[in-house]
């Protein structure tokens, strides 16, 4: 069983920056597929980006990319989303969520997850 805490989130201005954090105990880390999602008020949860498993590459959605970063640090057992140039789109509750034993294909769809956190509300200001 892996728990997963979320911090980071808060309000900002467009064009500005935030680190969210996500912390996980209970497995070991690096076998696990980390990926952070976002849902909107009134939309469907959506993929952001994750990082597959054991040291595997990271994927991002097309409406993150260039401005979003997905990394981990192994000893900490903690997964990180740096965003810059933060857009008025970019709100919503943002939910970190891992798995172990997803495939590669399935690495954007919220169902393949087992695992996921209570979420963190980012707010972007025009």
């Known amino acids: 069983q892996v728990q997963l805490e979320e911090s980071g989130g808060g309000l900002v201005q467009a064009g500005g920056s935030l680190r969210l954090s996500c912390a996980a105990s209970?497995?070991?880390?690096?076998?696990?597929?980390m990926g952070w999602f976002r849902q909107a008020p009134g939309k469907e949860r959506e993929f952001v980006a994750a990082?597959?498993?054991?040291?595997?590459?990271?994927y991002y959605a097309d409406s993150v990319k260039g401005r979003f970063t997905i990394s981990r640090d192994n000893a900490k057992n903690t997964v990180y989303l740096q965003m810059n140039t933060l857009k008025p789109e970019d709100t919503g509750t943002y939910y970190c969520?891992?798995?172990?034993?997803?495939?590669?294909?399935?690495?954007?769809?919220?169902?393949?997850?087992?695992?996921w956190g209570q979420g963190t509300q980012v707010t972007v200001s025009s």
């Open positions: 969520a891992a798995d172990s034993r997803l495939i590669l294909s399935s690495i954007r769809s919220d169902r393949e997850y087992d695992y």
């Open positions: 209970g497995g070991t880390f690096r076998s696990y597929t």
């Open positions: 990082e597959f498993r054991n040291y595997g590459r990271s």
